[in-house]
C-alpha cells in the first residue's frame, strides 16, 4: 500500500521558519523527482519545489532564496526548509513522489502551513 505522508506544518510568525518533512512508502519502482505543492484558499495548486533523484532542485519564483529542498534517496524522504515566511505563503502544502518507470504521481494529504502578519 502506497503511504505519502507529510508533516511539519504549523502556525508561525511572518519573517519565521518551518521545516515540512514527507515520507514515502509502499512504491514498487524506485521512486523519481519528488516535490512540493501548496494549495491556498481559493486558488489552484502550485508547484513550490522539485527535486530530482540524482540532480539539481528547481523552485518557483516566488520561493527562490526562502525555500530548501533536499532529499533522502535510501530513505524515500524530501524536505522543504522555508525560511523568511510571509503570509502570502498560507496554504496547505502537498508532497508528491514520482514512480520511475511509469511517472505515477503519489500525493500526500497535506500540511497546513499558517504565516501571520
Known amino acids: 500500500q502506497v503511504q505519502v505522508v507529510e508533516s511539519g506544518g504549523g502556525l508561525v510568525q511572518a519573517g519565521g521558519s518551518l521545516r515540512l518533512s514527507c515520507a514515502a512508502s509502499?512504491?514498487?519502482?524506485?521512486?523519481?523527482?519528488m516535490g512540493w505543492y501548496r494549495q491556498a484558499p481559493g486558488k489552484q495548486r502550485e508547484w513550490v519545489a522539485s527535486i530530482p533523484r540524482s540532480d539539481t532542485p528547481r523552485y518557483a519564483d516566488s520561493v527562490k532564496g526562502r525555500f530548501t529542498i533536499s532529499r533522502d534517496n535510501g530513505k524515500n524522504t524530501v524536505s522543504l526548509q522555508m525560511d523568511s515566511l510571509k503570509p502570502e505563503d498560507t496554504a496547505v502544502y502537498y508532497c508528491?513522489?514520482?514512480?520511475?518507470?511509469?511517472?505515477?504521481?503519489?500525493w500526500g494529504q497535506g500540511t497546513q502551513v499558517t504565516v501571520s502578519s
Open positions: 509502499g512504491i514498487i519502482y524506485q521512486i523519481g523527482t
Open positions: 508528491k513522489a514520482d514512480q520511475m518507470i511509469t511517472n505515477r504521481g503519489y
